[in-house]
């Protein structure tokens, strides 16, 4: 079992920039890949970034170059640093631990920007 916890949302203006944080506790979540997903009102919710257990990462084609995804394991938290924030990036943020088949989700956290 993994808990998850994410901090970091909240009001920014376009250019802006947040670092989105997300906590673990539980089973060793070195283990598993890590994801940042988002939903906006109204859609489905979608990928936008995933680091596996050695490091390697990917991006959504929408915040490749902007959004960065990093770990600490030592720390179980994983962040993401989101620069040149978009009205289009407001979102409810969730963190998603997954292995094989078995995934945990955090309760996510409002990422809004607008000036």
């Known amino acids: 079992q993994v808990q998850l916890v994410e901090s970091g949302g909240g009001l920014v203006q376009p250019g802006g920039s947040l670092r989105l944080s997300c906590a673990a506790s539980?089973?060793?979540?070195?283990?598993?890949?890590m994801s940042w997903y988002r939903q906006a009102p109204g859609e489905q919710r979608e990928l936008v970034a995933t680091?596996?257990?050695?490091?390697?990462?990917k991006y959504a084609a929408s915040v490749q170059g902007r959004f960065t995804i990093s770990r600490d394991n030592a720390k179980v938290t994983v962040y993401l640093q989101m620069n040149s924030l978009k009205p289009g990036d407001t979102a409810v943020y969730f963190c998603?631990?997954?292995?094989?088949?078995?995934?945990?989700w955090g309760q996510g956290t409002q990422v809004t920007v607008s000036s």
């Open positions: 998603c631990a997954a292995r094989g088949s078995i995934s945990y």
């Open positions: 539980g089973s060793p979540s070195s283990f598993y890949a």
């Open positions: 680091i596996t257990p050695i490091g390697s990462t």
